[in-house]
């Protein structure tokens, strides 16, 4: 499906405004933890409102990312709501911070919806603030007390356990 709306009577009219509600899948959004499966749609409930420089669009836009823990690799969603105010005009440079408006008075929402959502995915998302993660040397998940490895020892003081060990 298409997010390209047509606004010929929104800029026939200055001052006026539209709604527009969209739940389409954008296909492709993804980085190394975070996705938005190719089928699940994103919510969005926009104002178009036809300003001075353009149409001005306007409101919240919503997802549920999949995210793997960065610490333990578990798959989890959690949704997200992004609100965006984002101006399209007719001669947009590239490298602006504007979207074009189509010469035939068309917009199309879908490089302004990819952008506010693949921007806003975590870098390090974790599935709870407080993840232990996976043991570094047998691999278990450590939330889960999968793991029976004794504590970590710091290097500086295996020496000294050796020492003890001597000892008896
Ligand atoms: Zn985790
Ligand atoms: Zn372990």
Request: glycine share 8%; charged share 25%; net charge negative.
């Amino acid at each position: 499906m298409s997010m390209v709306i047509d606004v010929r009577d929104l800029v026939a009219q200055p001052g006026s405004s539209r709604a527009v509600r969209l739940d389409e899948a954008v296909p492709g959004m993804a980085t190394q933890l975070v996705s938005v499966p190719d089928d699940r749609p994103v919510g969005a409930d926009l104002l178009l409102e036809n300003v001075v420089d353009g149409v001005l669009v306007t409101g919240p836009v919503s997802v549920v990312m999949n995210l793997s823990c960065a610490r333990c690799l578990k798959s989890f969603d959690r949704g997200f709501t992004f609100e965006v105010q984002e101006l399209f005009v007719p001669e947009a440079n590239p490298g602006d911070d504007q979207y074009p408006l189509g010469e035939e008075g068309h917009l199309d929402l879908e490089p302004m919806i990819r952008d506010v959502v693949v921007l806003a995915m975590p870098f390090a998302p974790l599935c709870r603030p407080d993840c232990q993660g996976l043991c570094a040397r047998c691999g278990g998940d450590r939330n889960l007390g999968e793991c029976a490895c004794p504590p970590e020892v710091d290097v500086r003081w295996a020496p000294l356990l050796d020492l003890k060990l001597d000892e008896n």
